[in-house]
T-cell receptor, first 113, second 111 residues
Framework: AQTVTQSQPEMSVQEAETVTLSCTYD???????LFWYKQPPSRQMILVIR??????QNATENRFSVNFQKAAKSFSLKISDSQLGDTAMYFC??????????FGTGTRLKVLA | NAGVTQTPKFQVLKTGQSMTLQCAQD?????MYWYRQDPGMGLRLIYY???????DKGEVPNGYNVSRLNKREFSLRLESAAPSQTSVYFC??????????FGPGTRLTVL
């Protein structure tokens, strides 16, 4: 069975600081994708960043980057220069095979002014 | 281009009532999905439709039915609502790329 684990239910960070959200996963598939989604209070699910398992290079999108450790099955999200608008729930997700997402339970991030 | 739309945004039902949640996408995607989101549980797949005319069960299908009306529309029906179905429901769609695009969600309360 595939699993995604987010062990940090809540985190906080000062504005302009850097924060890292953790995610570990388990899958027996060799071809899979990993994602981070952001869910602000509006409830809309917004794709933040994606990583293909076959790519060794870590994905980066502006202030968001990942640390993908394939052997350790770890996929953490780093947010640099945190902004108040980054306050949200963040979900880690895994897809393989039939394109059905497996989501983690989420990390609630609060950016403090 | 509205993406994925869902109606209604909010709904309150009494136990035993039925209702249908509507979802439509204008991105010409083949695959569509229904999820429920409960506190502390993340999103869990209820049903999905890989293409027009096909539907399959996901992780938590009990108490729900779906209809893929056409390529654009995928509805979720609760025949006899129960308090355990109080949740936020999300519809999503995807094409060949693995990203799924989500609607704004429907908050359903069953009393």
């Amino acid at each position: 069975a595939q699993t995604v684990t987010q062990s940090q239910p809540e985190m906080s960070v000062q504005e302009a600081e850097t924060v890292t959200l953790s995610c570990t996963y388990d899958t027996s598939e060799s071809n899979y994708y990993l994602f981070w989604y952001k869910q602000p209070p509006s409830r809309q699910m917004i794709l933040v960043i994606r990583q293909e398992a076959y790519k060794q290079q870590n994905a980066t999108e502006n202030r968001f980057s990942v640390n993908f450790q394939k052997a350790a099955k770890s996929f953490s999200l780093k947010i640099s220069d945190s902004q108040l608008g980054d306050t949200a729930m963040y979900f880690c997700a895994l897809i393989s095979g039939t394109y059905k997402y497996i989501f983690g339970t989420g990390t609630r991030l609060k950016v403090l002014a | 281009n509205a993406g994925v739309t869902q109606t209604p945004k909010f709904q309150v039902l009494k136990t035993g009532q039925s209702m249908t949640l509507q979802c439509a996408q204008d991105m010409n995607h083949n695959s569509m999905y229904w999820y429920r989101q409960d506190p502390g549980m993340g999103l869990r797949l209820i049903y999905y439709s890989a293409s027009e005319g096909t539907t399959d069960k996901g992780e938590v299908p009990n108490g729900y039915n779906v209809s893929r009306l056409n390529k654009r529309e995928f509805s979720l029906r609760l025949e006899s609502a129960a308090p355990s179905q109080t949740s936020v429901y999300f519809c999503a769609s995807s094409e060949s790329a693995p990203e799924q695009f989500f609607g704004p969600g429907t908050r359903l309360t069953v009393l």
